[in-house]
């Protein structure tokens, strides 16, 4: 075949090329994934120019089947003639020294819709150098001004930039999309009578007004400021009210014990749990792939199967998993469209945007009702939770809260149990639901937690 349909280094062009001429050297299907990224970063640190980068990056990939379900993976970042020759033979090669797999096969449906999913903002691309200082700027005079404590703003970051996808396959499949992003984050140090507590915030979206960086530096200092001097308290039970950040990163967690993958290897709890109750009833835990502007949204996944919103726990009761293609058929279920590729890797299974049904109480009328409590801004140590067992034991800041009043900074203290404790613990679910990144939490109250202090 002539390599002159190259020459323009279309996605598509190449796409067309690499799947022929590997289907030619004995592969039975392929696909191919091409990216491309814009990023721009600027940050100061106590007012001064730290970081300011701009770039751009692209690579393909080529997976490559046979038939008895082997695969091989190659990827390139120059895509001049004889680069794209060695990817269908790196691939083709790679394939070749595989272990069969009688799962793997190709989406051959239809190509998902391209309805508007709010994905891209043109404005965020018109963003100069200029503006990134002025914004880096901003957000160190209001750190400076919003508390006499701040001695220094260690970090005032933003970045931006976008992300083209194009995934073409042998079954015909031809499909691509382009997302947007930006992102801010400030972080800094107070200093109170000899303590010192260093903390932050960030925040990202998909377009520019959702972003209100404003807002990103107020809140790293506010957060910053309500843990430190922080101390312990007694041992003993307490109501521990999750703020929607740390209850982000138990979702984040949970997230992980959902997957297929996941429990066909048996490194979940909820392995043998589906159709049974694991939490409390105002537990509902949703995987959704088409919400609009999400950062994990996408009209389709790595597979070129449509994403789409699943319900992952309904009311405390484990309902359902999340599939890519291979393990949709060892469990003989349909994908979910949760699968995740990088140009170098074989199709797995991830999380898109997953986040908890918020409930219908606001934050202030839920510390109203707390008697004695700790109202948790910080986990530490999340690393430690055992999948299998759900046992953990996680370090803990935030605020001493007595008859429905926040009093005093908590930290030094620590809280051991099981995940499934925890969940069915649950009393109460915040209506103040707020995503970081792609995975959003809620004000949650959990009774009578034990915990370890002074």
Known sequence: MSLKVVSSKAPQDMSEYVISSALKSGASFADFVYVDRNSKRMSLSNGKPEKNISGHSSGAGLRTIDHKGRQGVAYVNSFEDQDLRDLVEWSINNCRASEPDPYIFLYDGDIPSQEELGLYDKNVEKLTPEDRLSICSEMTEIANEADRRVISVRSASWADGSIGVFYGTSKGFRSQYRTSYASSSVAVVLEDNGKREMGGFGDESRNLESLDHRATSRLAVERTAAVL????????????????????????????????????????????????????????????????????????????????????????????????????????????????????????????????????????????????????????????????????SLGIKGILVEKGQMTRPVSGMTIAGNIVEILDSVETVGNDLRFFGNIGGCTLVVKNVSTAGS
Do not use: C
């Open 229 to 392: 001097g922080g101390a312990p308290v007694p041992t003993g039970k307490y109501d521990i009210v999750l703020d929607p950040e740390s209850t982000v990163d138990i979702i984040e967690i949970l997230g992980d014990l959902f997957l297929s993958s996941n429990i066909y290897k048996g490194r979940s709890l909820f392995r043998d749990k589906k159709g049974l109750k694991v939490g409390s009833p105002e537990i509902t835990i949703i995987d959704d792939g088409r919400k609009w502007g999400g950062m994990g949204t996408s009209p389709f996944d790595g597979e070129g199967y449509p994403s789409q919103k699943t319900v992952l726990m309904e009311n405390g009761v484990v309902s359902s998993f999340l599939y890519n293609l291979k393990y949709a058929n060892i469990f003989g279920v349909k994908s979910t469209g949760n699968a995740s590729r990088g140009l170098s890797s074989l199709p797995d299974v991830d999380i898109t945007n997953l986040y908890i049904k918020p409930g219908n109480k606001k934050p202030s009328d839920i510390l109203s009702e707390i008697s004695r409590g700790i109202y948790v801004m910080e986990l530490l140590g999340l690393h430690t939770i055992d999948p299998v067992s759900g046992e953990f």
